[in-house]
């Protein structure tokens, strides 16, 4: 199996938000997850408030197993999305599924076989997700993911940032730098599934553009393979536009085997955000 370099790109589950205030230094950015209160808290209630706080810091060597475990799951979530809803974005495959059906009935002459025809095809959709996001995941895993330091922390224009909330890594992100293009790539994006809907991955996002303005980048650029519309809405969100699309992206991994290629299929969005004119 052939593993790409450090520049592929995958996006996992993100929830969109309406949380729009981040402060912090430049080092750390802080965002609440509810607006304080002018009243002044008793010790019990400030307690409360600064479990709502979400900090945003770079990467530690420390951080790395829940690292790994945050990008692990949120992969693995991609599966059926991919294998199911993923489906509704390609009516070409639809009308093939349809059609093999029909024939089905036209060879067998049987209503049970034709029923279960449907069935044995979503059954192989997901098999073959299953197998190509593995084999995906395996590379990411033994590439920029199993060295985070050496790909994100060391080479200049590149970092990585874990949120924190409550002294728990909850969500990631890398920024690499792409010094021939004077942009930032927003990479590894994710967000523990557990924590999702306070505006963690806004925040993220956030702080890689708050990054690429320190750094005088001309742009942030982005692709994501990502299935749910909430993840698009969040990009939108944060002043990115899209600039391209494939429908037949070949994710790292991939076999291209005339099997996988009639059960695995995947659109790819390409976004950017210029910050300024070059």
């Known amino acids: 199996?052939?593993?790409?370099?450090?520049?592929?790109?995958?996006?996992?589950?993100?929830?969109?938000?309406?949380?729009?205030?981040?402060?912090?230094?430049?080092?750390?950015?802080?965002?609440?997850?509810?607006p304080p209160s002018s009243t002044p808290l008793n010790p019990a209630e400030a307690k409360d408030v600064r479990k709502d706080v979400v900090f945003i810091r770079e990467f530690e060597r420390g951080d790395q197993k829940e690292v790994r475990r945050i990008f692990y799951e949120g992969i693995m979530e991609r599966i059926p999305n991919t294998a199911f809803r993923g489906l509704w974005q390609?009516?070409?495959?639809?009308?093939?599924?349809?059609?093999?059906?029909?024939?089905?009935?036209?060879?067998?002459?049987?209503?049970?076989?034709?029923c279960c025809a449907p069935l044995i095809l979503m059954g192989a959709r997901y098999y073959?997700?299953?197998?190509?996001?593995?084999?995906?995941?395996?590379?990411?895993?033994?590439?920029?993911?199993?060295?985070?330091?050496?790909?994100?922390?060391?080479?200049?224009?590149?970092?990585?940032w874990v949120a924190v909330l409550d002294g728990r890594v909850v969500g990631i992100v890398a920024a690499q730098g792409h010094e021939d293009e004077n942009t930032v790539e927003l990479r590894r994006m994710s967000v523990d599934s557990r924590y999702r809907g306070k505006g963690i991955a806004k925040a993220l996002g956030r702080r890689v553009l708050e990054y690429a303005m320190r750094n005088n980048y001309a742009g942030v650029v982005l692709g994501t393979t990502a299935v749910k519309l909430a993840a698009h809405k969040l990009y939108e969100?944060?002043?990115?536009?899209?600039?391209?699309q494939s429908e037949d992206y070949r994710l790292p991994g991939m076999s291209r085997s005339p099997l996988e290629r009639l059960f695995f299929q995947i659109r790819h969005t390409r976004y950017r955000l210029q910050l300024r004119e070059e």
């Open 1 to 34: 199996m052939h593993c790409s370099s450090p520049k592929m790109v995958c996006e996992t589950k993100i929830v969109a938000d309406e949380h729009d205030a981040i402060h912090g230094t430049k080092k750390e950015s802080i965002l609440w997850s509810s």
């Open 90 to 114: 390609q009516p070409k495959t639809q009308f093939l599924y349809v059609l093999l059906t029909i024939m089905c009935f036209y060879m067998t002459k049987s209503l049970t076989l034709t």
């Open 128 to 160: 073959y997700s299953r197998k190509v996001i593995q084999n995906y995941l395996d590379c990411a895993l033994h590439t920029d993911m199993a060295d985070i330091d050496a790909y994100y922390m060391k080479p200049t224009g590149s970092c990585f």
């Open 237 to 244: 969100s944060l002043g990115f536009r899209r600039t391209g």
